[in-house]
C-alpha cells in the first residue's frame, strides 16, 4: 500500500514536471573550471552562461521559452567530454559547444547517429565547413583552415603582396588541434613562395627551451602559434627572451586572450593575434549585461572576466546559438523547438551588420551566411595586438577574407574522403 | 668551428641550466622518499599552491574570496594593499610549515606502519585535495609572479660566447638565477642534515625509523619537519617555474618531469636529483637539437622516460640510489 503510494506521488511529480522540462530551451555546457586548460575554459564558460541569463533576465527566454542551462565539466579531457556527451544526449540538448577539438572529433560520429546539432567555433574539425557530409556539425563564423590563411593574406598585405623567398615558423601545440592549420601553411607555401618550418611543442607547453633555440637559429621572419593554455604565455616569454621582434609574432585566436599575454608582462608588448570577433565592454549590450546580469548578481563564475576575450567568445557562441534558436522557431511555427529544427535554423542562419547592430553588438562578429552546403560562414578574422602599456588589445585591420576558394577545395578532399570511410551519400538534409 | 657543433653546446648549455630546473622539483620528491620512505604524489601541486599563495600575499588578495562573495553575496577581492616580496616570502613559507603539520596531523598520524602503497595513495588524494583548495581559495586565473628575478637573454654569456666563436650563446638569466639558488639550496640541506641536531634526527629517522624511535626521537616531529623542507623546496621551485609562465594549474604537472630525474638519480639521494637533472636536461636538449629536423620536434615529454627506462634497466636503483636487497 505504502509502495503504491509512493508510486502515485512519483507519477503526478512526474506528469507534473514533464511539461515544464519540455518547455524549456536546453543549452548544455560542456565547460572545463578544473584542469591545466582551466584559464581559458571559464571566460568562456561564463560568457556563454552570461548571455544566456540575459536572455531569460531580459526577454523571458526564445520566443516565450525559457532557457535552461546546465554545465558538465570535461577538464578539456576528450574522454570525460564524451561521458558528458552520454549524459547530457537524452536530455533534448539543442546544441552542444565541446570547446575542445579531441571532443569534437569524438562527438561528431556520436551527434550524427543521434540527431544533435554540435557548434564548434573557431575549433574543431575544418572540413565540417561541408555541411552535405557533415550534416550536425557548424564551425561558423571561422575555422583554423580560415585563420591560417588570413594570416598569410596579413602577412602578404605587410610585405607588398609577395611572401617570395620568406620563412615563417609554425609553433604548434602538438595534438590533433596544433596539427589543424600544417596542410593549410603548407599549400599557401607552394602558392606563395615562402619556406614553411614547423615546430611541435608536447602538452601543457610548459617547456619549450629547444623549441626557441631552434627558432633562434633558424631565424624565421615570422613565427605563427597554434597554441594553448600555459604554451601560450610560455612562447611569448621565450619570443621575449631572445629578442624575437614580437611584431612578428602572430597567434591565431586561441593564442590571444589577456591570459596569455599578462603573465609575460611588458615583454608581450607588441605581440599580434587573429581576432574572430571584438573584444572589450564597448558594445551597448554590456548596458543590459551590467544591470540584468551583473547588477543582479546573475553572473557565471566570479564575475571578474566580463569584457575579456575568452568572455567575448563564449558569449558570441550563445548569441549566435539564440540566433539559430530564433530561425529554428521562425522556419517551425513553434516555440519549444527540438535538436533536428535547432540545426534547420543554424543551417539557414544568416547574420547581417545590423542584426549585430540591434543586438547590442555592432561590428562585434563579421556578416555571414549559412547554407547547407557550406556550414562554414565568411572565415574573415581581424588581427589584434597586444599594448602591454595600457594593458589591452587592439583591433589593428579591418575583417580580413582568407582564401576561401583554396580552403573549399580542400575542405572537400578531406569530407569526401570521411563520407567515403564512412559509406556515406553527401547530401543535404530535408 | 662547424656551426653544428656550436649550436649543439649550445644546446647542452642550455640543457644543462634546464636541468636545474627539473632537478628543484625532484629534491622535494627525495627529501620525503628519504625521510620517511613516502612517493610524494603531491609535491608538484605543493609547488601550484605555494606559488599561488605567494602571488596571492604580493597582490593582497582575499583567500576565499570567491567563496565568500557567493556565500554571502559580498564583492570582496582584494585587502587594498600590496605585500613587499621579502614579506611575502617568509609568509608563505609559515603557510606551508602549517601545511606539513596539518598533513601530519590529518593524514600521516593515522597512516603509521601502513604499506607504502597506502601512503602513496594518501598523496594521491593530497594533490587532488590541495588542487582544489588552491582554486577556492585563491582562483584559476593565471596569475603573474614577480619576485624581481631577471629575466631574458644573458648579455654577458651572449658578449663572451660570442669573442670565442663567433657566435652568442642563447641562455635565460632564470635559469642561471635558478642554478645558483639550486646550489645555495643543496648547500643548505647539506649543512642542514650534518651539522644540526634535527639534522641528524632525520638521518637517523631515514637510516632505520624503529632505531630512532628507541633513542627517542620523535617520529611525528620529524614528518613535520621533512614535509616543511619539502614544502620550501615546493615554494623554490613555485617561484622559478612561476616565473617563467605564470602561476597557473599546469605548474603542478611539472612533478612530471622530476619522475625520470629521479629513476635516473635514484629517490634517496639529493646529489642525484642534480647529477640526474643535468643529465635528462643535456640529454633531452641535445636529443631534440639532433633528432628534431628528422622527426618534427616535440620529443621532450617523451625522451626523458625513455632515457630513465633505459638507466633503470641496467641500475634500478638510479645512479646514487640505494641498492635494494632483501634477504628471505
Not at chain 1, 67 to 82: D, L, S
Not at chain 1, 353 to 363: I, K, Q, S
Not at chain 1, 386 to 412: K, Q, V
Not at chain 2, 73 to 78: A, F, M, Q, V
Given at each position: ?23 524549456t ?40 521559452v ?20 552520454q ?7 539543442l ?18 547517429e543521434?540527431?544533435?546539432?554540435m ?6 574539425r575544418t572540413?565540417?565547413?561541408?555541411g552535405?557530409?557533415?550534416?550536425w ?6 575555422n ?12 602578404l ?6 611572401l617570395e ?33 614547423t615546430i ?29 593554455g ?14 624575437f ?20 608582462g ?50 558570441y ?26 540545426r ?7 547574420i ?28 574573415a ?50 | ?26 629534491l ?10 613516502i ?13 599561488l599563495?605567494?602571488v ?16 554571502f ?6 585587502f587594498g ?93 632564470l ?13 643548505a ?53 612561476g616565473?617563467?609562465s ?79 636487497i632483501?634477504?628471505?
Open positions: 500500500m505504502k509502495m503504491t503510494r509512493l508510486a502515485a506521488t512519483f507519477a503526478a511529480t512526474m506528469i507534473a514536471t514533464g511539461p515544464a522540462l519540455a518547455e530551451l536546453h543549452f548544455p555546457s560542456l565547460s572545463y573550471r578544473t584542469g591545466p586548460f582551466a584559464a581559458g575554459g571559464i571566460p568562456f564558460a561564463d560568457g556563454y552562461s552570461d548571455y544566456l541569463t540575459l536572455i531569460n533576465e531580459r526577454d523571458g527566454g526564445i520566443g516565450g525559457p532557457i535552461r542551462q546546465t554545465e558538465c565539466e570535461t577538464a578539456y579531457n576528450t574522454e570525460r567530454g564524451v561521458e558528458c556527451y549524459s547530457i544526449r537524452g536530455d533534448n540538448p546544441v552542444l559547444q565541446p570547446l575542445s577539438t579531441g571532443i569534437t572529433y569524438q562527438l561528431i560520429p556520436r551527434t550524427m543521434d540527431g544533435i546539432p557548434h564548434t567555433m573557431g575549433y574543431g572540413s565540417a565547413v561541408n552535405e557530409v557533415f550534416n556539425t557548424f564551425n561558423y563564423p571561422a583554423y583552415w580560415d585563420g591560417a590563411s588570413v594570416i598569410i593574406n596579413y602577412l598585405d605587410e610585405n607588398d603582396g609577395s623567398g620568406k620563412k615563417i615558423a609554425l609553433l604548434y601545440h602538438n595534438s590533433a588541434y596544433g596539427r589543424e592549420p600544417i596542410p593549410t601553411l603548407t599549400r599557401l607555401s607552394e602558392r606563395h613562395g615562402y619556406e614553411l618550418l611541435g611543442v608536447d602538452s601543457p607547453g610548459q617547456e619549450q627551451g629547444s623549441q626557441w633555440l631552434q627558432i633562434r637559429r633558424e631565424r624565421p621572419d615570422y613565427v605563427v602559434m597554434w597554441g594553448w600555459v604554451m601560450n604565455p610560455t612562447a611569448i616569454q621565450e619570443a621575449a627572451n631572445i629578442r621582434p614580437m611584431e612578428n609574432f602572430i597567434g591565431v585566436w586561441w593564442s590571444g586572450s589577456q591570459q596569455d599575454v599578462r603573465p609575460v611588458a615583454g608581450a608588448h607588441g605581440y599580434k593575434a587573429l581576432a574572430m570577433h571584438g573584444t572589450g565592454m564597448d558594445y551597448p549590450i554590456y548596458e543590459d549585461m551590467q544591470r540584468y546580469v551583473i547588477d543582479a548578481g546573475k553572473y557565471a563564475g566570479t564575475g571578474d572576466e566580463v569584457g575579456t576575450v575568452l568572455y567575448s567568445r563564449g558569449m557562441a550563445a548569441m549566435l546559438a539564440v540566433e539559430a534558436a530564433k530561425k529554428a522557431q521562425e522556419i517551425h511555427g513553434v516555440a519549444a523547438i527540438t535538436p533536428a529544427m535547432m534547420d535554423g543554424m543551417a539557414n542562419l544568416e547581417t551588420e545590423e542584426l549585430m547592430a540591434e543586438l547590442g553588438l555592432p561590428n562585434f562578429g563579421p556578416a555571414f551566411s549559412v547554407s547547407c552546403q557550406n556550414h562554414g560562414g565568411s572565415g578574422a581581424m588581427i589584434q595586438q597586444w599594448d602591454a602599456n595600457a594593458g589591452e588589445w587592439n583591433l589593428i585591420t579591418d575583417w580580413i577574407e582568407p582564401d576561401r576558394e583554396l580552403i573549399m577545395e580542400m575542405a572537400m578532399e578531406d569530407s569526401l574522403a570521411f563520407a567515403a570511410e564512412n559509406n556515406m551519400t553527401p547530401a543535404c538534409l530535408n | 668551428m662547424p656551426d653544428t657543433l656550436l649550436f649543439a653546446m649550445e644546446a647542452t648549455l642550455n640543457g644543462l641550466t634546464a636541468g636545474v630546473m627539473y632537478a628543484l622539483v625532484a622535494g620528491f627525495v627529501l620525503i622518499f628519504k625521510a620517511s620512505g612517493f610524494n604524489f603531491a609535491q608538484g601541486v605543493m609547488a601550484l599552491f605555494a606559488a599563495t605567494l596571492g600575499f604580493q597582490s593582497g588578495q582575499i583567500p576565499f574570496s570567491h567563496l565568500i562573495n557567493a556565500m553575496g559580498t564583492r570582496l577581492h582584494h594593499w600590496n605585500m613587499p616580496t621579502l614579506l611575502a616570502i617568509p609568509a608563505t613559507v609559515l603557510v606551508m610549515i602549517l601545511l606539513a603539520v596539518l598533513v601530519e596531523r590529518f593524514i600521516l598520524k593515522h597512516l603509521v606502519n601502513q604499506e607504502p602503497i597506502i601512503l602513496f595513495m594518501a598523496t594521491i588524494g593530497l594533490a587532488y585535495f590541495l588542487e582544489g583548495v588552491g582554486d577556492i581559495m585563491w582562483g584559476a586565473e593565471v596569475k603573474a609572479l614577480d619576485v624581481g628575478l631577471p629575466k631574458g637573454m644573458s648579455g654577458a654569456v651572449d658578449d663572451v660566447t660570442f669573442a670565442w666563436f663567433g657566435y652568442g650563446f642563447y641562455i635565460d638569466r635559469e642561471i638565477w635558478a642554478a645558483g639558488i639550486a646550489a645555495l639550496l643543496v648547500a640541506l647539506t649543512v642542514f642534515s650534518q651539522y644540526t641536531k634535527q639534522g641528524r634526527a632525520l638521518r637517523a629517522v631515514a637510516d632505520d625509523h624503529q632505531a630512532a624511535l628507541s633513542v627517542g626521537i620523535s617520529l611525528r616531529f620529524i614528518w613535520v619537519l621533512t614535509w616543511s623542507i619539502a614544502g620550501i623546496v615546493a615554494l623554490v621551485a613555485g617561484i622559478m617555474w616565473s617563467k605564470g602561476v597557473q594549474f599546469s605548474l603542478s604537472l611539472i612533478a612530471l618531469k622530476a619522475l625520470p630525474v629521479l629513476i635516473l638519480g635514484g629517490f634517496t639521494s639529493i646529489p642525484g636529483a642534480i647529477i640526474g637533472g643535468l643529465i635528462i636536461g643535456v640529454g633531452e636538449k641535445l636529443f631534440d637539437f639532433f633528432m628534431s629536423p628528422i622527426i618534427g620536434g616535440a620529443t621532450e615529454n617523451w625522451f626523458a622516460y625513455m632515457l630513465a627506462l633505459v638507466f633503470l634497466l641496467f641500475r634500478p636503483q638510479g645512479l646514487f640510489g640505494e641498492r635494494i632483501e634477504r628471505v
